[in-house]
């Protein structure tokens, strides 16, 4: 493995300066950053370590990722690596995701508080439950989990599916009736897209689900011109203001390839950063929120997990081939 050039203090000032965000990002704070990026460079060598980061996490970790992606990409990036570490700077079932398909490789989460509402609001024996009741009236249910799952609940389900998948994986099952845990949200806008009976799970992020049609009606207000840019974990309400649903890589390539200059990034704040830092010559508005979970994974954080190779991510063999099972049919069917 070839060592990544790090960038220097003022390269990396530069490069920040479109998130406007200078009191964050001073010189002092960019010189702090730059020697610890140039560390985390020498330690992937080291470790032989690779660095995936989901695209709601800090701008200074994109710094440090060899691959920045949606759940999905990073999913079918997790199946390809071969280098000995994984560093996963996302939340925990992401690193999970990465471990049950490639489970010879040491998958490392820096810190082990980074959750997700949305995963926890289901577990395995409440779904266990509400499947055997609900196969009574519909014999012929499958159940598709959203990838922001445990591995105990991927494990017995059907089939998994990301933002940018569900409406297409759901079509393609060889059923009329479908659970779908646990965004009631993103049930709600595969229903909207599906002729099949879609079985929602009463569940939510609370990042998206706080963000109001209020709030999109006021900005297009002012700013008239602007396109709405809508991840579909929001509210039905908010995505019918929508000029396009997408998942975060669907709106990274939208905001590319439209010919439109001002969007409003309606999603975690991380991916507004990212537009900002790889589209500088586009205008992005923010009515965005924070995930405390994502914005829990650190710069010095993924340092110290690379130099005392914590955390690693271990798993029950018999979960891991229940869900690698769920995730590779997943795989199989959005090829
Ligand atoms: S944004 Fe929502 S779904 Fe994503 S990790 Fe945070 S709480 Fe979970």
């Known amino acids: 493995m070839t060592q990544a050039a790090a960038p220097s203090a003022q390269e990396?000032?530069?490069?920040?300066?479109?998130?406007?965000?200078?009191?964050?990002?001073?010189?002092?704070?960019?010189?702090r950053l730059a020697r610890t990026i140039?560390?985390?460079n020498e330690l992937k060598v080291v470790r032989r370590a690779v660095i995936l980061a989901h695209n709601y996490q800090r701008p200074e970790?994109?710094?440090?990722?060899?691959f920045v992606g949606d759940s999905l990409e990073l999913a079918q990036k997790a199946t390809t690596v071969d280098a000995e570490v994984i560093v996963f700077c996302g939340v925990h079932f992401m690193a999970e995701t990465a471990k049950i398909l490639n489970p010879k490789r040491t998958v490392l989460l820096p810190d082990l508080r980074a959750g997700c509402s949305l995963a926890d609001s289901v577990d395995a024996d409440s779904l266990e439950d509400?499947?055997?009741?609900?196969?009574?009236?519909?014999?012929?249910?499958?159940?598709?989990?959203?990838?922001?799952?445990?591995?105990?609940?991927?494990?017995?389900?059907?089939?998994?599916v990301t933002s940018s998948n569900a409406i297409r994986i759901v079509e393609s099952l060889p059923t009329n009736n479908v659970l779908f845990v646990p965004d009631e949200n993103l049930a709600a806008h595969v229903q909207e897209n599906t002729k099949k009976n879609v079985i929602a799970w009463n569940g939510n992020c609370y990042v998206h689900h706080q963000i109001t049609p209020e709030q999109i009606e006021n900005v297009r207000k002012h700013l008239p011109h602007v396109k709405v840019i809508v991840h579909p974990e929001c509210r039905s309400d908010v995505l019918q203001l929508a000029d396009a649903v997408l998942s975060t890589s669907g709106m990274i390539k939208y905001a590319k390839e439209s010919d439109a200059q001002e969007f409003l990034v309606v999603t975690e704040c991380g991916l507004s950063d990212r537009l900002l830092l790889e589209l500088p010559?586009?205008?992005?508005?923010?009515?965005?929120?924070?995930?405390?979970?994502?914005?829990?994974?650190?710069?010095?954080?993924?340092?110290?997990?690379?130099?005392?190779?914590?955390?690693?991510?271990?798993?029950?063999?018999?979960v891991r081939v229940g869900a690698e099972r769920s995730l590779r049919r997943m795989l199989e069917l959005s090829a």
């Open 12 to 31: 990396l000032y530069e490069s920040f300066i479109p998130l406007g965000d200078p009191a964050t990002y001073t010189p002092e704070a960019c010189d």
């Open 38 to 40: 140039a560390e985390i």
């Open 61 to 66: 970790i994109f710094e440090v990722a060899d």
């Open 130 to 160: 509400r499947k055997e009741e609900l196969k009574k009236l519909y014999p012929d249910l499958q159940v598709a989990c959203y990838v922001n799952t445990t591995a105990e609940v991927k494990a017995v389900c059907d089939v998994c």
């Open 281 to 318: 010559e586009k205008k992005f508005y923010k009515s965005c929120k924070l995930c405390a979970y994502m914005k829990m994974i650190t710069i010095d954080d993924t340092l110290r997990s690379l130099k005392e190779m914590r955390h690693p991510i271990e798993l029950e063999e018999s």
